[in-house]
């Protein structure tokens, strides 16, 4: 089945995590608002969002088009993506842990955003700047530490270094970590280096994601979006403190 | 099979949208934090928290307990709930359906806890009223009226209005519709009392949860917390325009 994934075409953002799971997988997909041509192109994209009529209309991109199914909500993308392609356990259990751990991502990555936006994101950047700054302190200060040690604690909390956020399995948690980890060097790279000895396990997962050759052949490419300042991870050096 | 959910028990917070799905399934629950005794209270809970050596520990209440399960964040503990309990489609689209409608709540809800908190949950509401003022004036002309309204066409797009949100059956994104409806008319009531005759298919709806039997009775005990000035729906007349 080919998937058609809708998702703005200049930015990573949310849509990176479903990105990064189709190229580990090696779906084939197309990624419809980055293409040209008929039924392409942001347009094909804004009539999902703009038609009143449509039952099932996702509320916002990413979504996923597989077969006659809609799916939104990144992290209800890869619940459906996961165990089609070797991207989540087998079990219920093991499934609801990795959904778990992406949805717990989700609220940090939301977090992440509101960093530049703590306003309003129908403002710009430049408008909420003193805000932006109030609240990235405590974010560099309380949050960052707090949602990176409970992933480290995922990883190497049993004293035993597990190689996957689910144990021995790879899946698309693991993915979605190395993307964490990279925005965050980009947005924050000061905090980053001072933060990034306490998290062994997160830094080694990174590595290990970005050296699998599908991921490697897509870091490469030029499907991969370079991260900038629209997207969700954007590097403004007054909040790196 | 006896539930355990853990929550914090002065609010109904996120934890309310769990309660409201094990209420209405009639489902066997311990409601931990708020009883008193062995392996009881606010400590049982916080146990789990602070472990750092737990493999499969939560990051944050709400999380049930279902035999040796622990499972936390809201959207994934009524995925596991939804289809034992009648409270999700049979077939995977609609499960998905159902998951994608939760997680645009909680995105809903993030912000409507965003309006009082809009720099640091570590903080006071009074400690960033201005911008909490500021956050809440687009909250109001915004991104209620996109969400509401995205709600109300999931309900009512194609011309026929549908009983529930995913059709013809209950799931607990009906109920979680009931909390949101309940949660904004406590919080802004001067806001609600302009916007709801736009959204007649979510009051509806709302009515007809509160009538259900288990909800109804819910409602009237002792185990609903009320609304109050801790939990996610907060009343500062001064946020409500």
């Known amino acids: 089945m080919k998937y058609k994934l809708y998702y703005w075409p200049s930015i990573q953002g949310r849509g990176e995590f479903v990105r990064l799971a189709l190229e580990e997988a090696g779906a084939d997909y197309v990624d419809v608002a980055r293409r040209s041509g008929r039924g392409m192109g942001v347009p094909a994209l804004e009539r999902f969002l703009e ?26 993308i890869l619940l459906y993506l996961g165990p089609r392609h070797g991207l989540a356990p087998r079990n219920e259990a093991g499934r609801l842990w990795v959904n778990q751990l ?77 993307q964490l980890i990279a925005g965050l060097r980009y947005a ?13 396990g997160l830094t080694g997962l990174h590595d290990r994601i970005a050296a ?22 954007r590097h403004y050096p007054e909040l790196d403190g």
Chains 1, 2 share one sequence.
């Not at 924050?188 to 062994?200: A, G, N, Q």
């Open 102 to 178: 992406q949805l717990t991502i989700a609220d940090f990555v939301t977090e992440v955003h509101d960093t530049h936006h703590p306003i309003a994101g129908a403002l710009y950047y430049r408008q909420q700047k003193t805000k932006a700054r109030r609240r990235t302190k405590y974010f560099r200060a309380e949050r960052m530490p707090k949602f990176l040690g409970y992933f480290e604690q995922v990883l190497s909390g049993t004293g035993r270094r597990k190689r996957y956020m689910a144990g021995n399995t790879l899946s698309y948690a693991d993915l979605s970590v190395f």
């Open 51 to 76: 038609d009143d009529k449509l039952t099932g209309a996702p509320y916002a991109p990413p979504f996923l088009k597989a077969g006659k199914l809609i799916i939104g909500q990144t992290a209800n």
């Open 212 to 233: 699998r050759p599908n991921i490697a052949a897509y870091l490469a490419s030029k499907r991969r979006i370079p991260f900038n300042q629209y997207g969700i991870f």
């Open 188 to 200: 924050f790279p000061k905090t980053m280096k001072r933060l990034e000895p306490d998290y062994p």
